[in-house]
Each structure stands twice: as structure tokens, then as C-alpha cells.
């Protein structure tokens, strides 16, 4: 069950969704909690506005398609995919959630993508994470989004789950490309679980939710 702060609105008022297409097997209330957060950040104005909306439900195993992203214009669904999480956070569920290096674990909240670059990993999107304490280390902790050979159906066939990153969302390798090109340089990317710390202390959750309903 998704918790929820008192304040929370799900009126993304500035990131209109009237009419939507839909939102393949992802929760509505997730949506609902993604698009309130990309409008907060919105009219706070710590980014400007997105054309994409990224959706990862980490409250999902790793066997589950729980990627989505979003065209915000068109308010269509591009993608639905398989996505891994970090080693530190656990095994086919990821339960255990960090800001901090070395840690190997997946971070909670809302990103802004940034430019694309080729590395270790090969064709790699760099994130800023706008939620201060829970994902604002992202760069600093080379947290990326980038395309992963143990992230496929076939190697949930061989090994029950996906294989883990280091922390960084990874996607199949034979999408990496065309996935990171669409939602690069000022997409949003939003990660979900239900941990009550976060819920309750990120302000794009709170106080601003609450007052981009007035």
C-alpha cells in the first residue's frame, strides 16, 4: 500500500495529464505520486519543464517490468521495461535505499537527467538528484543510467532476478541507447518505494505538493 504525507497532492496542475493515454501495468497512485513531485519541481523552479516523465516502482522484484517513461506533450507511454537495482540494496527485491558512496545501493526520489557520455558501462546518462539527502550525492556517486547485460528476460530464465549495478538504474543494453537519447538533458526521472523517511521529508512530497493546489 502506497503511504502517503497528509499534504500530498496529486493535482499536477502545471504537468496536465487530462485525457491520458495509458499507463501500462504501473499503479495508478505511483503515477499519480510521480506526477505530483515533477510539478512541485516544476513550479519551485528547480527545473525547467520536462518533456519526459521516468517512473521506476522499486517496491517491484527486479523480474517485473517497472520502468516506465513518459512523453509529457503527448502524455503516451514510450516504454515499459526492466530495470536493475544496486547490489546494497538487495536481492530480487530491493528493500534497503542510499545517498552515500560506497554503498552500492539504489537512491530514492526525483532526478533531472543530464548529457550522455561513454564509459566503463558504455553509453551512460548522468543524473542529478534533486531530493536533498536521499539522491543529491547521485553525481558525485556515479550514478547513471546506463545498459547492463544481466539486465534481460533471459538472465531472470537463468538466475531467478536480474543482476545488481553498483546503484545506477540499468537498463537492457540493446535499448540504452535510443531509451537515454529520448530522455536525456532535463528529463525527470522519479524512484519509488514506500520508505516513510523519504515520503515524509522530501519537499517535492510536501509543503510544495500542498501548495501547487492552491
Not at 114 to 135: A, H, P, Q, W
Not at 153 to 170: H, I, M, Q, T, Y
Amino acid at each position: 500500500m502506497l503511504v502517503r504525507p497528509a499534504a500530498v497532492t496529486l493535482l499536477a496542475l502545471s504537468l496536465s495529464w487530462t485525457a491520458p493515454g495509458p499507463i501500462g501495468e504501473l499503479r495508478q497512485d505511483v503515477f499519480d505520486l510521480a506526477m505530483g513531485a515533477a510539478d512541485c519541481a516544476l513550479r519551485a523552479g528547480d527545473v525547467d519543464k520536462p518533456s519526459t516523465l521516468t517512473i521506476i516502482d522499486y517496491s517491484l522484484p527486479s523480474t517485473a517490468r517497472r520502468l516506465w517513461v513518459f512523453d509529457l506533450a503527448s502524455r503516451s507511454l514510450l516504454h515499459e521495461e526492466l530495470v536493475s537495482h544496486g547490489q546494497g540494496s538487495g536481492g530480487t527485491l530491493a528493500t534497503s535505499f542510499s545517498n552515500e558512496p560506497e554503498s552500492h545501493q539504489s537512491s530514492l526520489g526525483l532526478f533531472v537527467t543530464g548529457e550522455t557520455y561513454v564509459g566503463k558501462n558504455g553509453y551512460s546518462l548522468r543524473l542529478d538528484g534533486l531530493d536533498e539527502g536521499f539522491n543529491d550525492r547521485a553525481r558525485q556517486r556515479a550514478i547513471v543510467m546506463h545498459g547492463a547485460p544481466y539486465v534481460s528476460d533471459e538472465f531472470v530464465k537463468v538466475n531467478g532476478r536480474l543482476g545488481r549495478s553498483w546503484g545506477c538504474p540499468a537498463v537492457r543494453a540493446d535499448l540504452a541507447r535510443p531509451l537515454l537519447d529520448r530522455v536525456k538533458g532535463g528529463g525527470l526521472v522519479f524512484a519509488y518505494y514506500p520508505d516513510p523517511a523519504w515520503l515524509a521529508a522530501s519537499r517535492y512530497l510536501g509543503d510544495c505538493a500542498a501548495a501547487a493546489s492552491d
